[in-house]
């Protein structure tokens, strides 16, 4: 598997996954699903906020370099998860 997609995660208790290209966060709680398939952002949005809030901190507390916004981003167009979209096969 190539690539992925620009994002950022905390693991407190647990995983929250911002992505970048559209803010959607993604949640889940590794001591139940350690396969990451149930996300559980919508079902606790406060806790959502919670571990958003800490990723902000500490990315302003080092300072970090943000990617600057995509102006050919079409959500509509890719695949988006934490892998990414699978690369096109090549023709043999």
Do not use: C
Request: net charge positive.
């Amino acid at each position: 598997m190539l690539g992925g997609v620009p994002a950022g995660a905390v693991r407190p208790g647990g995983k929250l996954i911002e992505f970048y290209e559209d803010g959607r966060l993604e949640q889940y709680n590794l001591k139940d699903d350690l396969g990451a398939r149930t996300n559980l952002a919508r079902r606790l949005p406060r806790k959502a906020a919670e571990l958003h809030a800490l990723l902000k901190r500490w990315r302003a507390s080092v300072k970090a370099v943000m990617p600057s916004p995509n102006p050919g981003y079409d959500a509509a167009k890719v695949d988006q998860g934490v892998a990414g979209a699978e690369p096109p096969t090549a023709p043999l």
